[in-house]
Nanobody, 121 residues
Framework: QVQLVESGGGLVQPGGSLRLSCAAS????????MGWYRQAPGKQRELVAS???????NYADSVKGRFTISRDNAKNTVYLQMNSLKPEDAAVYYC???????????????WGQGTLVTVSS
């Protein structure tokens, strides 16, 4: 009923920048928190950044000062601007959102399919 579609991943050199986008579509009544997670090979999925419906943000210590999360509520879209990328930022990045499909439905946690970010020279 609800889909999250990420875009913007790719190959970038160390020190470079990428901007990820994630658009929610389908039967959406409201979206609460949205966030970005990442998972590198052999590692657990970890939170990168999150943003509340009101715009309050939270970042992993490893990306503070380099990454910026933002959202456009009118477009049901969340962004992740990634600057000064490091090899250790390479991972599959997943979008996440808490969504309600109607005024009386419970909150659903929805995940995107992931987009690959490779940081290499």
């Amino acid at each position: 009923q609800v889909q999250l579609v990420e875009s913007g991943g790719g190959l970038v050199q160390p020190g470079g920048s990428l901007r990820l986008s994630c658009a929610a579509s389908g039967r959406i009544f409201s979206i609460n928190a949205m966030g970005w997670y990442r998972q590198a090979p052999g590692k657990q999925r970890e939170l990168v950044a999150s943003i509340s419906s009101g715009g309050m943000t939270n970042y992993a210590d490893s990306v503070k000062g380099r990454f910026t999360i933002s959202r456009d509520n009118a477009k049901n879209t969340v962004y992740l601007q990634m600057n000064s990328l490091k090899p250790e930022d390479a991972a599959v990045y997943y979008c996440n959102a808490d969504v309600r499909t109607s005024a009386w439905s419970r909150w659903l946690e929805v995940w995107g399919q992931g987009t690959l970010v490779t940081v290499s020279s």
